[in-house]
């Protein structure tokens, strides 16, 4: 089984330059997470869906950044325009939620797509 | 809110050494905790977690955390070190129902011949 599968791995551009993340989840995966994880730092969450809702983005920056879940598979990360502060690699993860508990759900995250604005 | 604290950004460790990462959080509710693996250039990969039951909680690799609500502590060990384990660990926390993992800073150990 294919998993989280993530691209491009490296993208290197200027500041306010557009850039563009994709994602692929786990076939089956209802709920798809996009993390930031700045250098030296812990991912952090910047939007999660459930199929193609968007239920959690309340710590994606709105300005700049834009996110979309086509039809509760694929999903695209954009950032218009870059800032030097936007240089992190920026995780996908998927994981499946039936009903339940979301909490104890596991994520299983991509390999990162890792951004370098200059 | 709930939080995450790993005490060491860096740690090291020499082969068959054992390992200890540790790891505080805070929640108003009870937790669920778990503890993942990056290696160089890979995803995060899931290596235990506690949800509820039984405090002692075995991953794979040979890891293993305790839940210790008395000292809100979640800490990592492995009673022998191999040259494999050199990563990046983080310790993450989430609550009943709530879909999001919040991360700790992360720890990179490292494993010395």
């Known amino acids: 089984e294919a998993g989280v599968v993530q691209s491009p791995r490296y993208k290197i551009i200027e500041k306010k330059q557009p850039v563009a993340f994709w994602c692929n989840p786990i076939s089956g995966h209802n709920t798809l997470y996009w993390y930031r994880q700045n250098l030296g730092q812990g991912p952090e969450l910047l939007i999660r869906y459930e199929n193609e809702e968007a239920v959690d983005d309340s710590q994606l920056p709105k300005d700049r950044f834009s996110a979309e879940r086509l039809k509760g598979v694929d999903s695209t990360l954009k950032i218009q325009p870059a800032e030097l502060g936007d240089s992190a690699v920026y995780l996908c993860?998927?994981?499946?939620?039936?009903?339940?508990?979301?909490?104890?759900?596991?994520?299983?995250f991509g390999a990162g797509s890792r951004l370098t604005v200059l | 809110a709930q939080s995450v604290t790993q005490l060491g950004s860096h740690v090291s460790v020499s082969e068959g050494a054992l390992v200890l990462l540790r790891c505080n959080y805070s929640s108003s509710v009870p937790p669920y905790l778990f503890w993942y693996v990056q290696y160089p250039n890979q995803g995060l990969q899931l290596l235990l977690k506690y949800t509820t039951g039984a405090t002692l909680v075995k991953g794979i690799n040979g890891f293993e955390a305790e839940f210790k609500k008395s000292e809100t502590s979640f800490h990592l060990t492995k009673p022998s070190a191999h040259m494999s384990d050199a990563a990046e660990y983080f310790c993450?926390?989430?609550?009943?129902?709530?879909?999001?993992?919040?991360f700790g800073k992360g720890t990179k150990l490292s494993v010395k011949p």
């Open positions: 993450a926390v989430s609550v009943r129902s709530q879909g999001n993992l919040i």
């Open positions: 993860a998927s994981s499946f939620i039936q009903g339940g508990d979301s909490g104890a759900n596991v994520l299983t």
